[in-house]
């Protein structure tokens, strides 16, 4: 089945870095859009970020562009998202995530399977 394990999480300074990685497994990794999406306390579903299935295409969200860098390795099946000059306000958990819909950028959360998530901290 299909399994997304989030890691690279923890707690950060204010204009530090951390780099998520995403590890996949039990489907053809190659064939799916992949997706970041983040969740601060007390609010709602973010898009961070997401990729096509060769890598040659990405989206940012407005706040993190210029300081986040989504990319994938179809041969080792992983997603990473590499985050820098990082903010208080990037405080979330981080869900690596997959659209169920292999070739398409679906842009719908209920179309996605998830990961467990990692806690990013961001804090002086």
């Known amino acids: 089945q299909v399994r997304l394990v989030e890691s690279g999480g923890g707690l950060v300074q204010p204009g530090g870095s951390l780099r998520l990685s995403c590890a996949a497994s039990g489907f053809t990794f190659s064939s799916y859009w992949m997706y970041w999406v983040r969740q601060a306390p007390g609010k709602g579903l973010e898009w961070v970020s997401r990729?096509?299935?060769?890598?040659?295409?990405?989206y940012y969200a407005d706040s993190v562009k210029g300081r986040f860098t989504i990319s994938r390795d179809n041969a080792q099946n992983t997603l990473y998202l590499q985050m820098n000059s990082l903010k208080s306000e990037d405080t979330a958990m981080y869900y690596c995530?997959?659209?169920?819909?292999?070739?398409?950028?679906?842009?719908?959360?209920?179309?996605?399977?998830w990961g467990q998530g990692t806690q990013v901290t961001v804090s002086s």
């Open positions: 995530a997959k659209d169920q819909h292999p070739g398409f950028n679906t842009g719908s959360y209920d179309q996605l399977n």
């Open positions: 990729i096509s299935t060769g890598g040659g295409v990405t």
